[in-house]
């Protein structure tokens, strides 16, 4: 938990940041290159890890199969985050003050885990401050907060997921027309579409074909299973 925390409230940012600081230079190094795609990777495989880990702690849940499923959701979550942090990197350069619509992604974010109810922490200072986390990981990837059914809820997340990745390049393709002259704009809004369409094909792919089953019951062998205090408490863990 506290290393998926840490990876989105400090490598995403800095993601942004590299990116912005990035689009200014006529060249880039292979440095660079493997620093940007390494940062990508890390910020998907901190929800791969953690979303194994949960499973093996939660007894109402299958774990995760290594192999094709593991690689599928791990591609899903490298290539929407891709697609969506480029984007915002893009409405960086279109103009600094896209950081006051960041910071209404992370209130609605925020709002629909207080709205959720959760109950992580024992004190509600703290629980609010966690429901602040939650949002700030909601700017950047979908997370199933309470380990419910949130069909309808990451239908609508990745709709405006979609609208955000195809807006941003046309929109600095109007507003901006000397960026049309430079590579780094049209490799940037390839890997946006691009990874947008891959990223939910994988998405559609993994939980139609190959995401694991719950349970109909928390029975086994005829036993009831009786939730404990400590249990309850890591079901509502974020679930990715």
């Not at 493997?34 to 940062?39: D, H, K, Q, R, T």
Request: a neutral charge; glycine letters at 6%.
């Amino acid at each position: 938990m506290l290393k998926l925390f840490e990876t989105f409230l400090e490598s995403a940012p800095q993601l942004l940041l590299q990116f912005y600081i990035y689009q200014g230079h006529d060249e880039w190094s292979v440095l660079q290159y493997l620093s940007l795609v390494f940062s990508f990777f890390n910020l998907a495989w901190s929800l791969v890890d953690y979303r194994i880990s949960l499973r093996r702690c939660l007894p109402q849940s299958q774990e995760l199969p290594s192999g094709l499923p593991t690689v599928v959701y791990l591609l899903y979550k490298l290539f929407t985050i891709t697609s969506l942090t480029l984007s915002y990197s893009l409405l960086l350069i279109l103009s600094v003050y896209s950081t006051v619509g960041f910071t209404v992604l992370w209130l609605l974010g925020t709002i629909w885990a207080h709205l959720l109810q959760t109950n992580f922490c024992t004190f509600s200072i703290l629980e609010l401050l966690y429901r602040g986390v939650i949002g700030a990981i909601l700017v950047f990837s979908f997370f199933n907060v309470k380990g419910q059914n949130t069909k309808q809820e990451m239908t609508i997340y990745y709709f405006f997921c979609t609208a955000i990745n195809f807006s941003t390049p046309l929109m600095l393709f109007f507003l901006k027309p000397e960026l049309k002259a430079i590579t780094f704009f049209w490799v940037v809004s390839g890997l946006i579409y691009g990874g947008l369409l891959l990223g939910l094909v994988l998405l559609v792919s993994y939980y139609h074909f190959l995401h694991p089953k719950q349970p109909e019951s928390h029975e086994v062998d005829g036993l009831g299973w009786e939730e404990t205090p400590s249990a309850k408490r890591t079901r509502t863990f974020l679930k990715p």
